[in-house]
């Protein structure tokens, strides 16, 4: 059994990419922001009271990246798991660290001053994170395997994200890496249940 803990108008809509890649059934549980995502039930399964967390027979994975590569390690016949494991955590961690970070700070304007800032970020900047993926996918297709793998759910999600609402500088190498991945018939259905939901809601 799965469960999904979600709001469509949130990063729960990765993770609900993933599922629908995985084919797995699964049933759904809306939260909104205010209320039952704060509420001491849900503080019971996720404490930071946010989405999404997924529940598989009892055992609870929050975070996008955990939640892709768990579903990926779970249910290995949907494919969705690299056998180049170097590559695939590697960019899965890259993404959930210095891509998510760099892009974050950069949209609420704070920017390393100076070199000694770079360092202790950890990350450089946005530019030097961008710099690193667009290497990477000047010289690669996919994440790992030369193929789609739950790794591309991740990284391409922000890539996708980060070009539509402009917080990531757009490149002819990270846009088409994002147009090998957003006509997947997953993608399609992941986002028609999440846009239904958000219909269902708007008055």
């Known amino acids: 059994m799965l469960t999904f803990y979600t709001n469509p108008q949130s990063r729960g809509r990765i993770a609900r990419w993933m ?3 995985t084919g797995q059934p699964y049933d759904t549980v809306v939260l909104d922001y205010h209320a039952s995502m704060k509420a001491p039930e849900y503080l019971a399964v996720n404490p930071m009271g ?3 967390t997924l529940v598989h027979d009892g055992k609870v994975i929050t975070e996008n990246a955990a939640i892709c590569t768990y579903l990926a390690m779970t249910f290995p016949e949907a494919g969705l798991m690299a056998e180049d494991k170097a590559a695939f ?3 899965m961690f890259f993404a959930a660290g210095p891509l998510e970070q760099a892009v974050v700070n950069t949209s609420f304007g ?9 360092r202790r970020v950890g990350y ?16 690669q297709d996919y994440v790992a395997d030369g193929r789609f793998t739950a790794a591309d759910v991740y990284v391409g999600s922000q890539i996708g994200w980060g070009l539509q609402f402009g917080t990531i500088p757009a490149n002819d190498v990270l846009a088409a890496y994002w147009a090998r991945l ?7 259905q992941a986002n028609a249940k999440d846009n239904a939901l958000i219909a269902k809601d708007t008055p």
Not at 182 to 188: E, F, N, S, T
């Open 19 to 21: 599922l629908e890649e």
């Open 50 to 52: 946010k989405v999404p």
């Open 89 to 91: 955590f590697r960019w």
């Open 110 to 118: 704070w920017v390393p001053r100076d070199r000694n800032d770079k």
């Open 124 to 139: 450089g900047d946005l530019s030097d994170v961008l710099g690193a993926l667009t290497g990477h996918f000047q010289a």
């Open 182 to 188: 957003k006509d997947r018939p997953a993608l399609a």
